[in-house]
């Protein structure tokens, strides 16, 4: 692993990550619009708890979803026809990210700090970095954020406060991603969570290789409005 970035040139090249822990790259830097940007460039994102330095991660393999390919179960389609809700997009940016950083059962402390809401609702004002929205009786319930450059989308967190609310976020976004001819939705880290909806794994010298021609592509700039229909 290379040490402390140092600029220009923010990152070593991601054949250089640690095998163990799987992605580590690179440490240290900052949190600014351009070096979160050439990251996500280049199929690296940070991943680091709040009083650590920052980290830098490009794991092999990468967990990836083609927005054609999502799997929806007959109870999730019964759910998104009958259950009431309605999915919005960047209506509410920072509000799904802190949701994301709450507290999980089973789980530790979160590394969505205030410092990486700060840095990320930047790219979304930038128009970048979007919400998926799940709404219920006026109320937010469920959601994902994620950053998208090109015709490529990388998600970062979802959050559910109702059964399957983040799963029909994540339905509506790739419907949505699959009439703008986006190729990928990155995952980031296989789980089966991820699986279940039809994500798979992908060597990450064929990910970096599809990236580069995807984040190329005409970038679609938010704040996005999605099709009134689907």
Not at 65 to 71: I, K, N, W
Not at 213 to 219: D, G, I, K, R, T
Request: hydrophobic share 40%; aromatic share 10%.
């Amino acid at each position: 692993m290379s040490g402390r970035l140092q600029p220009p040139s923010f990152f070593p090249p991601v054949e250089t990550a640690l095998a163990e822990p799987n992605g580590l790259l690179a440490m240290g830097g900052d949190l600014s619009p351009e070096r979160l940007l050439d990251a996500y460039r280049h199929g690296i994102f940070p991943w680091f708890n709040p009083g650590e330095p920052i980290l830098w991660w490009s794991p092999d393999p990468r967990m990836v979803l083609a927005p054609g390919e999502v799997r929806v179960t007959r109870s999730l389609a019964k759910r998104i026809r009958n259950g009431g809700f309605e999915v919005r997009v960047d209506t509410v940016f920072a509000e799904v990210m802190r949701a994301c950083a709450e507290p999980r059962e089973g789980a530790g402390g979160t590394w969505i700090s205030p410092a990486m809401i700060a840095a990320y609702t930047r790219l979304h004002l930038a128009g970048y970095a979007h919400s998926i929205e799940t709404w219920h009786d006026g109320r937010l319930v469920g959601g994902l954020y994620g950053v998208a450059i090109g015709r490529m989308f990388y998600g970062e967190s979802m959050f559910s406060r109702e059964p399957d609310a983040s799963k029909l976020a994540l339905v509506r976004l790739a419907h949505q991603l699959q009439r703008w001819d986006f190729g990928l939705i990155d995952c980031q880290m296989e789980t089966a969570h991820l699986a279940s909806l039809g994500a798979r794994t992908m060597p990450r010298t064929a990910f970096t290789a599809k990236l580069a021609e995807l984040v190329n592509l005409p970038h679609h700039p938010g704040p996005w409005h999605f099709d009134a229909s689907d």
